[in-house]
């Protein structure tokens, strides 16, 4: 198993623009969430979904959303770029919920936004 | 608010001292507490959290509801330990996961 994997890994954008970052959880594992890091920081957390269900929502803004597919993948979306929006996007994903069940982390997309 | 600190942003000791990571917590609901671990070049791990009261890799946690904190522990600090650890609280209100800024700890030969 290759464990939980996300593409791309690393993303240019420029501000004002959207991105899509995309997550595949491991196998049989129904829950995906979504995690910020900003250079020298510990992980925000943006999102949790569960069987395709949004779960839990950290303190971010509406340009961020996010879905959970029939096969439990997931994509990240955020609109308008804005320069601070530029750090590591991690995805995480587990059998259930987060606080009973071990997160599984990716090794994450590195986004700059110029 | 919640939060998590962890006050030192790196402790550096020598292999075979013991080691203590701080971490202190503000909730005002049941806490649930995670220690997780970033090695060089690895991805973020768990490493325990307190429900379980495990001992992983020689380290061991205890959750002080009084002091708020939930303190990591190794009585003898290995090279190997040398890593990027991470306090985490979890939310029942809102399904929220908090990290701390983390600590990195160095363990010199």
């Known amino acids: 198993d290759a464990g939980v994997t996300q593409s791309p890994t690393h993303l240019i954008k420029t501000r004002g623009q959207h991105v899509t970052l995309r997550c595949s959880p491991i196998?049989?594992?129904?829950?995906v969430s979504w995690y910020q890091q900003v250079l020298g920081q510990g992980p925000q957390f943006i999102f949790q979904y569960y069987e395709k269900e949004e779960r839990g929502r950290g303190n971010f803004p509406d340009r961020f959303s996010a879905r959970q597919f029939p096969n439990y993948s997931s994509e990240l979306n955020v609109n308008a770029l804005l320069l601070g929006d530029s750090a590591l996007y991690l995805c995480a994903s587990s059998l259930g919920g987060i606080a009973k069940n071990i997160q599984y982390f990716g090794a994450g997309t590195r986004l700059s936004v110029l | 608010a919640q939060r998590v600190t962890q006050p030192e942003k790196l402790l550096s000791v020598f292999k075979g001292a013991p080691v203590e990571l701080k971490c202190n917590y503000s909730?005002?609901?049941?806490?649930?507490l995670f220690w997780y671990v970033q090695y060089s070049r690895q991805r973020l791990q768990l490493l325990l959290r307190?429900?379980s009261r495990e001992s992983i890799k020689g380290f061991t946690a205890d959750l002080n509801k009084g002091e708020t904190s939930f303190h990591l522990k190794k009585p003898f600090a290995q090279e190997e330990d040398s890593a990027m650890y991470y306090c985490a609280l979890f939310l029942n209100y809102g399904q929220n996961f908090v990290f701390g800024p983390g600590t990195r700890l160095s363990v010199l030969p």
């Open positions: 307190h429900i």
């Open positions: 196998s049989g594992h129904k829950s």
């Open positions: 909730y005002s609901g049941s806490p649930e």
